[in-house]
């Protein structure tokens, strides 16, 4: 941060900088929740930056620990960071927990320390840290009457990591990573190597196709199930939660229609488009 940026400054530029659909849907909030959203959102990419951006193991867990003291700093009343500056005078008005914060950090460190999942428990209990939570906070900042509205973006937030994992299958295998648990590559054939190799024809062999099939249905089915947890009575307020979701489920169709073509190519949507179905969204009021 240069002497100049402020705080508030530093997170817009965190957030805007990652292209991130989350972005859009900050958009169309009014000002104090958007900069709740911002500071929280940027908090976010910060860890994250230090498992996808650092190479040294060593290192990250090192940055990570770093992290957890800044937590334990902000709640202290003394952040020392640009994000947790601008992320402090938000705790209380949102209801934003230490232990909120600390499974961000979690998330990450799974990353850090495993590269496979065993079965779906297993990655769900990594969704639940790494998004579960961040919908948790994002919810309590759009704002919520009900309880039930917490469960819904903790859902929410599980569907959408799903589709993180089913468009980064190739992104992931060049890191050595695969998230889709071995259980199920088991149970459709797939070989491990043969998504770490990413190389035709087998890359997409019938085999494959069905595993990730498998993968979307359960996204759609999550997404669903989210859906139906959220109380009419908050359905305007978790508006830009309802964008988010729609922009990554139409990322889920766009990469349907292309018939899982991830191990080579990360599929998008252009901002142009995914401005489009926030205002949609907006609009609609779903």
């Not at 240069?2 to 859009?24: C, D």
């Not at 959220?230 to 990554?248: C, H, S, T």
């Amino acid at each position: 941060m240069t002497s100049r940026m402020t705080p508030e400054a530093y997170v817009q530029q965190k957030a805007a900088k990652s292209g991130s659909s989350f972005y859009y849907a900050f958009l169309f909030l009014p000002p104090p929740r958007r900069a709740a959203i911002t500071a929280f959102y940027a908090f976010c990419r910060e860890v994250d930056d230090v498992v996808d951006e650092v190479s040294d193991s060593g290192v990250a867990a090192t940055k990570l620990q770093w992290w957890r003291r800044e937590v334990a700093a902000l709640f202290a009343g003394t952040p020392s960071h640009p994000v947790t500056l601008a992320l402090q005078p938000h705790l209380v008005p949102f209801g934003i927990r230490a232990d909120h914060l600390s499974a961000v950090i979690d998330g990450c460190q799974v990353d850090l320390e495993q590269s496979r999942f065993l079965d779906f428990p297993g990655l769900a209990r990594y969704c639940d840290l790494v998004a579960g939570v961040v919908g948790e906070v994002a919810a309590r900042i759009f704002g919520h009457s009900a309880e039930a509205t917490l469960q819904y973006a903790h859902k929410l937030g599980l569907a959408m990591q799903l589709t993180n994992i089913i468009r980064d299958v190739g992104e992931d295998a060049r890191r050595g990573r695969i998230y889709l648990p071995m259980s199920e590559l088991q149970a459709h054939d797939v070989k491990a190597n043969e998504i770490l190799k990413r190389e035709s024809p087998w890359g997409y062999s019938e085999r494959f196709q069905a595993l990730m099939h498998f993968q979307a249905a359960r996204a759609h089915a999550t997404y669903d199930e989210a859906l139906a947890l959220l109380p009419a009575a908050d359905r305007v307020a978790q508006n830009p939660g309802l964008m988010m979701a729609n922009i990554y489920r139409t990322l889920l169709r766009e990469i349907e229609r292309q018939g899982f073509q991830v191990l080579h190519q990360r599929t998008s949507l252009t901002p142009l488009r995914k401005l489009w179905i926030a205002a949609r969204t907006r609009w609609r009021g779903r």
